[in-house]
């Protein structure tokens, strides 16, 4: 039993022209005018595939197949279908064309599940547009408040609510997800991982915990000429020490702990000027909650020395912090089978990227199938998944659903 390859390559042929940019990417912004186009085009693909449509009170949309017992709790797919400014054509949309293509293949072998399958858009997993960072999932799972994100603005000023209810896609509160036996989220690895070890399939078993710090380093800005060394106090120059320092620290904590400077920016900024202050962000990120925690510890008296020693100030700030994800090993089993019977080559592995699954794995027994990344690329126009590889990933896919929702 498998999924028919020409019908799923239509679905992506077809969602990669929705905000498609020169450079081959694409921008799906959440509640642009070019996700309202996306959601339309998925809400076409769910009735043509005779599925009950219903939209929530922030936006996640759901197509449902009945099962003969209309009172069980369903099998539910899905992912996203937003996207970063000039981002990929995989990300996200792998996992909704797949669920799509799931139920066409049931429905072609006539075959009528005992559980519901429901297939879902979640709104906002990117986190650009709109501070919530996988918003729509978040509020299924109550670890955020759709009050709260309905005034959050964006660069222009536009809150989420208008621009929810601007696309027409403010539905009401009843039609959430409440309960699920299982959601199964297909996705590209956006590691190098699969593609490396010429791996066909990941078998997700759960996501990094991550921390973000943003470090202020303040020194003293002057004239670069008439200043001697011994007597400057260079931000920039502090920070330097502190960051080579800080990545000297990962493998002291875990073989999985890693630490990236993402930004960096620096004032004045002039080619003649001693810089006075530097800002600087911390992404850390660990498999273990507890040395999730000491690292970013570590990392803390690690600038406090430095500072210190160097005469700057310090000042530490916690934007965001995520425990560990561990899926469930019921739905991680049945992934794994189903991948060994169609003979597909896999492993098991954690993810180090966020997913809509973060957030539902609170609500309902979760798990993850990865799709291998060419080099390694994402969030990116150069973004790629053999075709080969997003077929197997979908055969995964029904099957384990299959196996899930009985027949």
């Keep these: 039993m498998k999924i028919n390859s020409y019908r799923l390559q239509n679905f992506f042929k077809k969602m990669a022209k929705v905000g498609e940019t020169k450079s081959g990417g694409i921008s799906r912004l959440s509640l642009s005018s070019s996700d309202k186009e996306a959601r339309d085009l998925f809400i076409e693909w769910l009735r043509d595939a005779d599925l009950e449509v219903r939209v929530d009170d922030v936006g996640n949309i759901y197509g449902r197949r009945e099962g003969l017992d209309k009172n069980a709790a369903p099998i539910v797919i899905g992912s996203h279908l937003d996207s970063i400014e000039d981002g990929g054509k995989y990300d996200g949309v792998l996992g909704i064309i797949s669920g799509l293509e799931v139920i066409h293949s049931l429905s072609d072998l006539s075959i009528i599940t005992k559980r519901p399958i429901e297939v879902a858009n979640f709104t906002n997993e990117e986190g650009v547009r709109f501070a919530s960072l996988m918003g729509g999932s978040g509020v299924l799972s109550n670890d955020y408040n759709p009050n709260t994100i309905y005034t959050e603005k964006d660069e222009d000023g536009k809150t989420f609510l208008h621009e929810l209810e601007s696309i027409g896609y403010l539905g009401d509160k009843e039609n959430r997800l409440k309960t699920a036996e299982a959601f199964i989220e297909l996705h590209i690895e956006q590691g190098p991982i699969l593609d490396s070890e010429k791996m066909s399939i990941g078998i997700v078993e759960g996501i990094l915990g991550f921390t973000w710090l943003e470090v202020t380093i ?7 000429g008439p200043t001697p060394m011994h007597l400057r106090k260079d931000a920039l120059s502090s920070t330097v020490k502190m960051i080579a320092e800080i990545k000297e620290l990962a493998s002291a904590v ?30 850390i990120r660990d498999e273990d909650s507890q040395k999730q925690k000491d690292g970013v510890q570590m990392i ?26 561990s899926f469930s090993g019921k739905v991680i089993d049945t992934l794994n089978e189903s991948a060994d019977e169609l003979g597909y080559s896999s492993k098991r592995m954690i993810s180090g990227a966020g997913h809509i699954s973060t957030y539902m794995n609170n609500l309902c027994p979760t798990a993850m199938i990865f799709v291998p990344s060419v080099g390694g690329i994402s969030h ?21 659903v299959l196996k899930l929702a009985g027949s």
Excluded: Q
């Excluded at 303040?218 to 670069?224: A, P, Q």
């Excluded at 700057?312 to 934007?319: P, Q, S």
């Excluded at 990116?380 to 384990?400: C, F, M, Q, Y």
């Design 218 to 224: 303040t020194g003293e800005t002057n004239t670069s």
């Design 254 to 283: 875990s073989e999985r702990f890693i630490i990236t400077v993402g930004t960096v920016d620096v004032k004045p900024g002039l080619v003649n000027a001693i810089p006075g202050k530097v800002k600087f962000t911390i992404d």
């Design 300 to 325: 803390k008296k690690c600038i406090k020395m430095i500072a210190e020693s160097d005469g700057v100030n310090y000042k530490i700030k916690e934007l965001k912090t995520f425990s560990p994800v």
């Design 380 to 400: 990116s126009p150069s973004e790629k998944t053999e075709w080969k590889d997003i077929e197997r990933g979908a055969n995964v896919l029904l099957h384990a």
